[in-house]
């Protein structure tokens, strides 16, 4: 019986070393295939480059030319076709990580080369958002109620911290893979994290209790909006999906359509309130910086970045739906006239 078992055994493993021989057999090929496609690789960012150049010289050459007629300008759009050609060929090859991502990261490529590697980072990226709202949401209510206690302040401004420098670098890894983020955005997430930052270090003196309180409301209020904001673009994201766009990798409020037109509505004036409430929060720690008993920087500094905050808020939210309103009613207009 013994016998027996040994030699069950010795015929699985002889199974599994034919199967090991063919899986090395294959994994050979793969090395083989995997070095083609970084040759192929090279090949194309080679040529994309050389063209977009060639492209650029003729571009600039032709609009030197004083000679405006049909035949210039039909060259003039073939270009353009073509350099718009290179750039999407340009987004399923590797490319070299930004300044900032490389100081982060070193080397290590953050390129995702296919349309649904960059959809599921998208959603990683708009989950991940939805889950932290909801932590910071719900913390920043027990805060309210918890009052006295620094060394939970501090924890939830280490959060916060924390949220943010990660933001700051998911959000470099999508402009990476070509989301067309406003560069405020990102700037905003940088101030975020300094500010955050700021009222972690703030020691518990009189200024940060008398601050507290608003701080901790306008926390709550900012995490519902979080999660509005995450419910309009993950059900635009959606049906930008369903309708087999391109440009998968835009934040909503940058990959802006028609139909959009009508959540962005609905969102807006929470936008703006919030908008409202840091300015109001920047004029309080004015007021506070003023106090006999104020001695701490942290007051000026955290005034001075909700202020800047609030006017970059404000003008881009603004100048954005400005400008895809023009559009929308004037394609209203289009549909209209034809009619």
């Known amino acids: 019986m013994e016998n027996a078992g040994v030699q069950r055994l010795e015929e699985e493993f002889s199974n599994l070393e034919k199967e090991c021989d063919s899986l090395k057999d ?3 090929v793969y090395i083989q295939k995997l070095e083609e496609l970084k040759s192929l690789q090279g090949k194309c ?4 480059n050389h063209q977009q150049k060639r492209y650029k010289i003729l571009l600039s050459n032709l609009n030197r030319s004083e000679t405006e007629n049909v035949k210039v300008n ?3 759009k073939k270009i353009t076709k073509n350099q718009f050609d290179c750039r999407e060929m340009n987004e399923s090859l590797p490319k070299e990580n930004s300044l900032f991502l490389s100081v982060i990261l070193g080397r290590v490529s953050v390129s995702l080369l296919t349309r649904p590697d960059r959809l599921n980072y998208k959603e990683q990226y708009e989950v991940f958002k939805l889950y ?33 420098c990660t933001l700051v670098i998911r959000e470099s890894i999508l402009r990476q893979n070509g989301s067309r983020i406003k560069g405020w955005w990102v ?10 930052g700021t009222l972690l270090i703030w020691p518990d003196s009189i200024t940060y209790q008398l601050f507290r309180p608003h701080f901790m409301t306008f926390s709550v209020y900012m995490g519902f909006v979080q999660l509005l904001q995450y419910y309009y673009q993950s059900g635009c994201l959606y049906r930008l999906r369903a309708l087999g766009e391109k440009r998968d990798m835009d934040i909503t409020v940058e990959g802006f359509q028609q139909w959009m037109w009508r959540g962005l509505q609905f969102l807006l004036p929470f936008l703006y309130l919030t908008y409202m ?3 109001y929060l920047s004029y309080k720690l004015y007021g506070l910086s003023k106090h006999p008993q104020c001695d701490e920087w942290m007051v000026g500094a ?12 404000f003008t881009t939210t603004s100048r954005v739906v400005f400008e895809k309103s023009r559009k929308v009613f004037a394609s209203r207009r289009q549909a209209n006239h034809k009619d």
């Open 26 to 28: 294959e994994h050979k």
């Open 45 to 48: 960012i080679s040529k994309i």
């Open 74 to 76: 039909e060259l003039k």
């Open 132 to 164: 932290l709202s909801l932590i910071v949401f719900l913390t920043s209510i027990i805060q309210c109620f918890l009052s006295g206690f620094r060394f939970i302040d501090a924890l939830y401004h280490f959060l916060l911290v924390w949220y943010y």
């Open 187 to 196: 700037t905003h997430h940088y101030l975020s994290v300094v500010l955050s």
């Open 277 to 279: 409430f840091q300015l």
């Open 302 to 313: 955290a005034g001075a970045i909700f202020f800047l905050l609030f006017i970059g808020n």
